[in-house]
């Protein structure tokens, strides 16, 4: 079953705008982290956020996390048309509940029209 | 520094037959992990292993079998192929020291299509 499950499944933008993703999970945290997937290729990773922790950025992007709704949100400023990808949130791998591995959502195609 | 690499990257087979799917990382990270992809589904966990020797299920293993024989190297084998193993596969790892991140590195997928 789906740990994480994103919001919208697809989005299309202006280059230049504002994205925003959100992420939606069911059980307690530790992590959660931030994925991007180009078209036809692996998943690279963007962004860790810690359960004590309610925003973050790295360059252009932005996570924000609420663990008392269970929420996520990636945004990404001035997007660019290189921002076209799936992205992806991800929960785990947490040593305390003995989860190994992350659990990914079906994730937010974003598309950016030059 | 390859990171991960996945042999091979597109195969086609028919119903019943087998193939190996091979991953390899040259990170010396301790887990490493097979997931499917399949449209709409994200990434569902198929078996992982926690270090050399060792082999653990995950949300979806029916049908699959995997052996971590070197800490380099992950098998994912299909023993009879079906049109439902019809996915793309995709193989992680990551370091297991304490203070991590969690953060997988994955391969470039390996794209399985069974007649």
């Known amino acids: 079953s789906q740990q994480g499950e994103e919001d919208p499944q697809a989005l299309s933008i202006q280059e230049g705008e504002n994205a925003t993703m959100n992420c939606s999970y069911k059980?307690?945290?530790?992590?959660l982290q931030w994925y991007r997937q180009n078209s036809g290729r692996g998943l690279v990773h963007l962004i860790l956020i810690r359960s004590n922790e309610r925003e973050k950025h790295s360059g252009r992007l932005r996570v924000t996390l609420d663990t008392s709704k269970k929420s996520s949100s990636l945004l990404i400023t001035a997007s660019r048309a290189a921002d076209t990808a799936s992205y992806f949130c991800a929960t785990g791998p947490e040593a305390d509940t003995g989860r190994r591995a992350l659990t990914f959502g079906s994730g937010t195609r974003l598309q950016v029209q030059p | 520094n390859a990171g991960v690499t996945q042999t091979p990257k597109f195969r086609v087979l028919k119903t019943g037959q087998s193939m190996t799917l091979l991953c390899a990382q040259d990170?010396?990270?301790?887990?490493m992990y097979w997931y499917r992809q399949d449209p709409g589904m994200g990434l569902r966990l198929i078996h992982y292993s926690v270090g050399e020797g060792t082999t653990a299920k995950g949300e979806v293993p029916d049908g699959y079998n995997v052996s971590r024989l070197k800490k380099q190297n992950f098998l994912l084998g299909l023993e009879s192929a079906a049109p439902s193993q019809t996915s793309v596969y995709f193989c992680?790892?990551?370091?297991?020291?304490?203070?991590?991140?969690?953060?997988?590195?994955f391969g470039e997928g390996s794209r399985l299509t069974v007649l």
């Open positions: 990170m010396n990270h301790e887990y």
């Open positions: 992680a790892s990551r370091d297991s020291g304490t203070g991590r991140s969690g953060e997988l590195f």
């Open positions: 059980t307690s945290i530790n992590n």
